[in-house]
Nanobody
Framework: QVQVAEFGGGLVQPGGSLTLTCVPSGIAFDNQVMAWYRQVPGKERERVGCIGPRGATSEEPYVKGRFSISRNNVKNTVFLQMNNLKPEDTAVYYC????????WGQGTQVIVSS
């Protein structure tokens, strides 16, 4: 059974930083391109970026230069380092496999506000 846990969200002031962690289980993690997504109520879920099995990353333009993705294949963990956060980054953040998506987890809430 595939499960995923995302955590690390919270309330942060504009310009601040957070690191989100995603721990999926029940998948062949080493072979997966993993992606981070975010969703604001009333809007479509959007992809933030992704990371290949060997660490190659791609971030969407609206976070490029501020967010970075990394992974630890030994611990089956994916990270999203978020710097210089803006109020428009406020959302619930999720991770999933890009090519073989599994049921969404509960995500982790990020609120950027002064």
């Amino acid at each position: 059974q595939v499960q995923v846990a995302e955590f690390g969200g919270g309330l942060v002031q504009p310009g601040g930083s957070l690191t989100l962690t995603c721990v999926p289980s029940g998948i062949a993690f080493d072979n997966q391109v993993m992606a981070w997504y975010r969703q604001v109520p009333g809007k479509e879920r959007e992809r933030v970026g992704c990371i290949g099995p060997r660490g190659a990353t791609s971030e969407e333009p609206y976070v490029k230069g501020r967010f970075s993705i990394s992974r630890n294949n030994v611990k089956n963990t994916v990270f999203l380092q978020m710097n210089n956060l803006k109020p428009e980054d406020t959302a619930v953040y999720y991770c999933n496999s890009l090519a073989q998506p599994f049921p969404w987890g509960q995500g982790t809430q990020v609120i950027v506000s002064s």
